[in-house]
């Protein structure tokens, strides 16, 4: 029996229908189109340093994505294949039945993923391959410079951007495309497929295109909470504090692209502030750290991280053991990394602060905090986490010499009641909210007080945060040959 010709959408970290130019090239092909998504096995094996890449909560976030990316699929006429396999093998497979004429997919830039596009390509001799990028807000195309003249400073970088570039307009869906009728399209695996890990948390985060539309909507258009965007984002404790968006970018289930074109109808209609531009601002530092990776490539995953700078980072069990399960003694920090573990989330203000205590006040090595981020977000994007990690531990871009954040400071500021901290630490609830970060400083008769025994309910703390940052920062003067001065702004996760 004669094998139809088909053009093929490889589906990866794009699961949408909108904006979405491989899938618009391939229904102008003129040819059948099908599209295909492989549970990569490999995304599911462990870190450099033991932790599984795709922890549960990211995994039910995919799983959810998938389905709904089939869904939307099948409402412009489309089937999508779904299968548990290494693509290169899948895809493969699947031209015995469909004779791939072209296949079309979105570029991507980490080693691992261009290697499977190598693999990919190889068993194909005759079948036509389209790439094209589509993770960025600005084009790379469009960029005023080359890729190896990217500015070191975010500054810098966002300066010649919004003097020099433009963002380009949304690609449409296509509609009425002919399909490659499927016998057997696939079944997405249920939950835990991957994972032993029972979840046991609300349901805050449901993954899917749709989803993330509808958080859209809510955020901007049914409740007006983007125009207050920057006085709330600091905030731990509510779903609304900021837009929880970062888990569809990160999966594709919204393009930037579309954020940012609803984020401007906004503007039109309802109101244009400081809070609106400074989601635009986030967009453009996921830019940045995307270009970041682009330009230094593996660089990234280095312990010197990008100029090879030689920190004696610690890899003390204990104290990672710690960090990693809530047991530091700083309730900032506990609260903060409980929430990760249960939830597969943490604001941006929870994310510099344990980054900044595990490197500046335990010495640990970065890349095991990266690693844990990598298994546990929901919202885990390579070049943003890794790039993240490198700038707080100083080995990354714009390292001006030595930064912590006081963590006790950090509570009582972003956290004035503590009812983020008695959330997640139940041990704390008759603490009075104004000691609760300086629960180390109390007497015995307070503690006994307030029903709390250190070291019993509530871990000792680990380290002095004084002292324990001086021993660190002369680590770093002997690498870095030079100081600075703490910065509260830095880029986002």
């Not at 899938?23 to 995304?43: E, H, I, K, M, N």
Request: glycine share 6%; with cysteine; net charge neutral.
């Amino acid at each position: 029996m004669k094998r139809m010709k088909a053009a093929v959408v490889w589906f990866r970290n794009d699961l949408r229908v909108h904006d979405h130019e491989p899938l618009l090239r391939a229904s102008q092909s003129g040819l059948p189109v099908v599209g295909v998504y492989c549970f990569d096995p490999r995304s599911f094996q462990t870190t450099h340093f033991g932790f599984p890449k795709t922890g549960p909560h990211r995994e039910r976030f995919l799983i959810e994505s998938i389905k709904n990316l089939r869904e939307n699929m099948a409402k412009i006429g489309l089937s999508l294949i779904v299968k548990i396999g290494k693509p290169e093998e899948v895809i493969f497979e699947l031209s015995c039945s469909i004779d791939i004429e072209k296949l079309y997919y979105h570029e991507e830039i980490g080693s691992e993923e261009k290697a499977v596009e190598v693999n990919l390509k190889s068993r194909f001799l005759s079948t036509a391959f389209y790439s094209y990028y589509g993770h960025n807000l600005y084009h790379i195309e469009d960029l005023p410079f080359e890729i190896d003249a990217l500015p070191d400073v975010f500054t810098n970088f966002r300066k010649m951007i919004e003097n020099k570039a433009s963002v380009r307009p949304m690609f449409p869906t296509p509609r009425d495309v002919k399909s490659v009728p499927i016998i057997n399209d696939g079944i997405i695996p249920s939950d835990n497929v991957f994972n032993d890990t029972q979840i046991q948390s609300d349901r805050v985060y449901l993954g899917g295109a749709s989803e993330g539309k509808k958080r859209l909507k809510h955020y901007f258009f049914d409740t007006n909470l983007i125009s207050l965007y920057k006085e709330t984002r600091n905030g731990m404790l509510e779903i609304d504090d900021s837009s929880k968006l970062s888990p569809y970018l990160a999966h594709g289930c919204l393009s930037p692209r579309f954020i940012y074109w609803q984020l401007k109808e906004y503007e039109k209609t309802h109101v244009k502030n400081s809070s609106t531009y400074w989601l635009y601002f986030e967009l453009l530092w996921r830019d940045f750290f995307w270009l970041v990776h682009f330009k230094f490539k593996n660089k990234l995953f280095n312990k010197g991280g990008l100029y090879n700078i030689s920190i004696p980072w610690s890899t003390n069990k204990e104290m990672i053991d710690a960090w990693i399960n809530g047991q530091t003694g700083y309730p900032l920090i506990d609260a903060n990394m409980l929430e990760l573990k249960t939830t597969g989330y943490m604001s941006n203000r929870g994310r510099q602060n344990v980054a900044s205590f595990l490197t500046k006040n335990l010495g640990c090595d970065w890349r095991f905090g990266a690693e844990w981020f990598e298994s546990c977000l929901i919202d885990y994007d390579v070049s943003s986490n890794y790039g993240n990690w490198c700038y707080s531990a100083g080995v990354g871009n714009d390292s001006r010499g030595f930064r912590v954040f006081n963590v006790a400071k950090q509570g009582k500021d972003y956290d004035r009641e503590a009812k983020y901290a008695k959330k997640w630490l139940p041990a704390l609830k008759e603490v009075p909210s104004q000691y609760v970060y300086d629960i180390h400083k109390l007497t015995a008769l307070e503690l006994l007080e307030y029903n709390v025994s250190l070291g019993l309910d509530y871990p000792q703390p680990m380290v002095d945060l004084s002292a324990s940052a001086q021993r660190q920062r002369k680590d770093y003067e002997k690498a870095l040959d030079r100081g600075g001065e703490d910065e509260d702004t830095v880029g986002v996760w």
